[in-house]
């Protein structure tokens, strides 16, 4: 039910703290600050990982690779699954297949982790709906437990998601060697703090629906950032597209020049997302380069990062600062937020956008 809530993709939205707590309980051990990923795969023992999806659950495991590559030096590849399944991918044994998937139906997710299990590849599925198709085709489930998702623009589910693929970053990292126990404690720890920012990030509800005002006026809408956030530039654009049909571009901010600069003027909000992390200082230079040419930029960051941003930005969000563990948890309410009021700024059918289904069980 949607409570004292307009749409379901509101109140999935505000319900990503409390069901991150669920999933992050399933994968922690709380009390020993251990990650502990249900299962019996040694991590150790992997050459390679493949990450199959589609859409919003795609964008989860590109984040994914970021962490597990970072953390478990544990090459991670991840195509989306319609691709994947018809090109005839080279497929090594000692290798994992990660279907990632909300339904756990969608037909090409599904076609794409039977070519990679008739080759004799291990398999697991992070699913929500746990008594789905794919998850009864793979030797490992771990479900999400963020609770039916009823919006069709996903938005807990991929939070629930992401934080699945940190404790299985920290788990492929202590099985590899990787990280000593009080590293491994103090990762726990932060990933614990994810529900507290979470929530905090939801609270910039009222400054974002400002910026919606503006945002809806606009034809296009251009999302950037580097590393984990050029993934998330891809999610809000997504978002944005899917439920307002307002034309956005995500783009890994430093392709800024081999194209996307071209479509810059001071009618395209130019979104940024650039918490304090290793690629600041990049992300903050391209912000200053789309200024130069008239581009209206909304920068999102965190404290940190505020105090650092360029002057200039035609709006700055302060989400709260986190490591970067869990940065992209935390950004992921603002660009929610903003393609929710811009949709309902714009009358438009929220939870149901046309020609989109939940659940993509034909290719
Ligand atoms: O159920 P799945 O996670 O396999 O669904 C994949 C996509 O269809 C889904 O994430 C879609 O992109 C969402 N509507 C995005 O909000």
């Known amino acids: 039910e949607k409570g004292n809530y307009r749409h379901f993709m509101e109140k999935e939205i505000h319900d990503q703290p409390e069901g991150c707590q669920r999933t992050i309980a399933a994968y922690v051990d709380t009390l020993g600050g251990r990650v502990a990923v249900p299962g019996d795969l040694d991590f150790a023992k992997l050459e390679r990982v493949q990450i199959v999806a589609c859409g919003t659950s795609y964008i989860a495991g590109v984040i994914g690779r ?45 076609a794409a982790l039977r070519y990679c299990t008739e080759r004799g590849m291990q398999s697991a599925a992070i699913v929500n709906a746990t008594e789905s198709t794919i998850a009864r085709e793979v030797d490992v489930v771990w479900p999400i437990h963020c609770g039916p998702e009823i919006g069709v623009a996903s938005t807990k589910a991929f939070t629930a998601q992401v934080s699945v693929l940190i404790s299985i970053a920290i788990a492929a990292a202590k099985a590899r060697g990787r990280l000593s126990e009080a590293e491994e404690q103090r990762l726990v720890k932060v990933l614990l703090e994810a529900p507290r920012l979470i929530a905090e990030a939801i609270g910039l509800e009222d400054a974002i ?59 395209t909000p130019i979104i940024i997302l650039a918490p304090f992390d290793a690629w600041f200082e990049k992300s903050a230079s391209n912000m200053s380069e789309v200024m130069a040419r008239g581009g209206q930029v909304v920068f999102i960051t965190d404290t940190e990062g505020a105090k650092h941003a360029p002057a200039g930005a035609k709006v700055v969000v302060t989400a709260p600062s986190s490591d970067p563990l869990i940065s992209a948890l935390v950004m992921s309410a603002p660009i929610q937020l903003l393609a929710y009021h811009v949709a309902v700024l714009k009358g438009a059918d929220v939870d149901q956008p046309r020609n989109l289904a939940k659940s993509v069980t034909v290719e």
């Open 209 to 267: 629906r400002d910026i919606a005002v503006e945002v809806s006026k606009a034809k296009d809408v251009l999302y950037l950032g580097r590393g984990p956030m050029s993934a998330l530039a891809l999610e809000g654009a997504l978002k944005l597209k899917e439920i307002s049909y307002i034309h956005a571009e995500g783009y890994a901010a430093g392709e800024l020049k081999h194209g996307p600069i071209a479509l810059v003027d001071d009618q």
């Open 66 to 110: 970021y962490l597990i590559e970072q953390l478990a030096d544990l090459p991670v590849d991840v195509e989306i699954a319609s691709e994947f399944r018809y090109r005839d991918p080279a497929i090594r044994p000692a290798s994992l297949v990660i279907a990632m998937s909300q339904s756990g139906e969608t037909a090409d997710t599904l």
